[in-house]
């Protein structure tokens, strides 16, 4: 069977890589939570596992099977094969993988690095695209971690597949941070 890997971040939006097919897919017994570590001076998204949670992202083929190309893109994260919990949106097939900050790599900084709003944009227009408002929602409400501060580097993106965002995904983003208490740092 093909290699697939899950995506539930930055993955989502399909503007940031040309990973194809790509199918929405959800993932049982997981949850999203921002992870510190050392290896950068911001917050990595990640998977951890969570018996009683469920989120939305996409399944997509990992090009040629070349999965050190992959992983170059997501260093800092350990791959993870998915034994079960997978459910691909017209019940494709596929055997697939997920990344996930390692556990032993995490710190607890006493001023939490910001989250890159640039990222976060990213993220949130994919959810967006993919899965609507509702979906978007969701991602919100399956991520822990949100008494993270969020930098807004807009005018200067720090993440290096920042996205130009429509009025309408820029105002849903600047609105789901404000409902979930986010605190915004401007520079």
Not at 45 to 55: D, F, G, H, R, Y
Not at 134 to 147: H, K, L, S, V, Y
Not at 155 to 166: E, M
Not at 170 to 187: C, P
Request: include cysteine; glycine fraction near 8%.
């Amino acid at each position: 069977m093909d290699p697939f890997f899950f995506g539930y971040g930055s993955l989502v939006n399909r503007a940031t890589h040309v990973y194809s097919p790509a199918y929405r897919a959800r993932l049982a017994g997981w949850r999203r939570t921002w992870r510190h570590t050392d290896h950068r001076n911001a917050p990595y998204l990640t998977a951890i596992p969570c018996e009683n949670s469920i989120i939305d992202g996409l399944v997509a083929l990992v090009p040629g099977g070349d999965w050190a190309a992959l992983d170059q893109r997501e260093v800092g994260y350990d791959r993870h094969p998915l034994a079960s919990g997978l459910a691909v949106e017209g019940d494709q097939p596929v055997a697939a993988q997920i990344y996930a900050v390692p556990v032993e790599t995490a710190v607890s900084p006493v001023e939490k690095p910001a989250i890159w709003l640039s990222y976060l944009d990213v993220v949130l227009q994919g959810y967006l695209r993919e899965f609507g408002e509702e979906g978007a929602q969701g991602f919100m409400a399956t991520t822990d971690g949100w008494d993270t501060p969020v930098r807004d580097d807009r005018a200067r993106p720090a993440y290096p597949r920042h996205q130009v965002l429509t009025p309408a995904e820029r105002g849903f983003v600047d609105a789901a941070l404000r409902a979930q208490g986010v605190l915004i740092l401007r520079d």
